[in-house]
């Protein structure tokens, strides 16, 4: 499935790519099935979106289950809450490698923040695209990129990674999950993990900092034993014929939607992957915002 990124969104990535081409990049991606590129965001864009999650977080809404957290805050549907996470979404560093890995067409699947408070356990083992019921190895159908808006570090909670663990077979892991971890409450003892492993990482970095993993990379967000909260924003991207985790053309009603830019539109399901797939009565899905109306007037 691998596709190339074209010139123009190259170009624009390449302040962050230290010199390297881009194809070493991807040779790396490729064999660890992660990337680091630390404080791609200017700390005033940080301060930015934490003013933005502000409101949010203050809700204090913890997760319904073991999967999503029971001492976590999860806010979903970013992209109707301001334009700041538009941003982050569209950003040609993350864009040059999704669109490498998926094509022009790939969708946003998921837009989250991820707020771990002190005493946060381990998650359960997962991969992003393990929603495809497609025999492994195989391609990856996802590609998840983290920001750090916290330093991560190895005692907050860092989302911990396999490296390599990409090109596995259909293998199943100790600690990974199962149907019960989305309906289950357990109050689990940071002390107790049944997934530890010698040969998994921390995504430790700092603030405004991004990490870009496979979907087919497995990967849990870890516990949180230090004294502060530890925030990031993940978005998450698939190829255009995957459904998305999150019901975009719902999260987002089309009045939110017309403000977005062009390309935050396109993956957020207003665009086409070919010949026709996502179109609304034969006709182009974007054809029925009213900026593009207007535009085309």
């Known amino acids: 499935m691998t596709q190339s990124a074209s010139p123009d969104l190259l170009l624009q990535a390449s302040p962050w790519l230290q010199g390297r081409a881009f194809e070493d990049w991807r040779d790396e991606f490729d064999a660890r099935g992660f990337l680091i590129f630390e404080r791609v965001l200017t700390p005033e864009k940080v301060v930015a979106i934490r003013a933005a999650l502000a409101p949010y977080l203050e809700r204090d809404l913890k997760g319904r289950n073991d999967f999503e957290g029971l001492s976590t805050n999860r806010v979903y549907g970013l992209?109707?809450?301001?334009?700041?996470?538009a941003e982050l979404v569209i950003h040609p560093l993350v864009l040059a490698f999704v669109e490498a890995e998926l094509g022009p067409s790939c969708l946003l699947s998921s837009c989250l923040a991820i707020n771990l408070h002190p005493g946060e356990t381990v998650q359960p083992?997962?991969?992003?695209?393990?929603?495809?019921?497609?025999?492994?190895?195989?391609?990856?159908l996802g590609v998840s990129t983290f920001w750090a808006i916290d330093d991560t570090t190895e005692t907050?909670?860092?989302?911990?990674?396999?490296?390599?663990?990409?090109?596995?077979?259909?293998?199943?892991i100790e600690g990974a999950t199962t149907p019960a971890d989305f309906s289950m409450r357990s109050a689990l003892d940071q002390d107790h993990d049944p997934g530890h492993r010698v040969d998994a990482m921390k995504l430790a970095m700092p603030s405004g900092s991004l990490a870009i993993t496979k979907g087919t990379l497995w990967h849990r967000g870890g516990s949180n034993r230090s004294d502060r909260p530890r925030l990031i924003i993940t978005p998450q991207y698939c190829a255009g014929w995957v459904r998305q985790l999150e019901n975009m053309c719902l999260a987002i009603p089309p009045e939110a939607a017309e403000t977005l830019p062009e390309r935050a539109r396109e993956l957020i399901g207003y665009s086409i992957h070919p010949p026709f797939m996502g179109h609304v009565d034969g006709v182009h899905p974007k054809r029925l915002l009213r900026a593009e109306a207007a535009s085309s007037r």
């Open 79 to 85: 992209l109707a809450k301001s334009p700041v996470f």
């Open 125 to 140: 083992w997962h991969t992003d695209d393990g929603g495809a019921r497609m025999p492994r190895p195989r391609p990856a």
């Open 156 to 172: 907050n909670g860092s989302t911990e990674i396999i490296p390599g663990s990409h090109l596995w077979d259909e293998r199943r």
